[in-house]
């Protein structure tokens, strides 16, 4: 396998598992619930076909964000489509940094909240599984855009001679 190839199998490996997660609590499952805290906890838990509904619609998002990788990485991929994949990986990184980084602050200051246990799963488990999509996801948009250079399939971003 390619380094260009195992970047994008890791990224849908690790969105994959994610939209998985998700799955299994639309399908009513409290598997891991207690580890979200706070509202969506509750509401997980409360369930209905409403919260089902939301997470199945989470469940297709995540979906489409595993895809798009793969279609960008195309040689028939268009502009869009490669633009569209780069910002999947920009918000998973900056949503999962952010929230890692602040997390990780707020248990090494022993800061007293609602639910620490949800907030270490949050800070070492959830948030940078984020991040290391996202940034799975950048990485192999980056060795696409250097494939597409190397073979003379330039990005439609690059000026044509």
């Known amino acids: 396998m390619t380094r260009d190839r195992a970047w994008l199998v890791a990224a849908t490996v690790l969105g994959g598992a994610h939209a998985a997660t998700s799955l299994v609590w639309a399908l009513g499952s409290t598997w891991l619930l207690d580890t979200v ?3 969506l906890e509750r509401l997980g838990r409360d ?7 939301a997470l199945l619609s989470v469940v297709a998002l995540k979906l489409v964000a595993v895809a ?9 991929a268009g502009r869009l489509t490669r633009a569209a994949a780069w910002a999947v990986g920009v918000v998973l ?12 602050a707020v248990v090494l200051a022993d800061v007293d909240t609602a639910d620490p246990h949800a907030v270490r799963w949050h800070a070492f488990f959830w948030d940078p599984w984020f ?14 855009r250097r494939r597409r250079a190397v073979s003379g399939r330039a990005p439609r971003s690059a000026p044509r001679p």
């Open 93 to 104: 990184v900056v949503y999962g940094g952010v929230l890692t980084i602040a997390g990780l």
């Open 37 to 39: 805290g706070g509202e």
């Open 68 to 76: 798009l990788p793969w279609f960008a990485a195309g040689d028939a």
């Open 131 to 144: 991040l290391a999509w996202g940034t799975c996801v950048l990485a192999a948009m980056r060795r696409d």
């Open 47 to 53: 369930g209905g076909w409403t919260v089902s509904l």
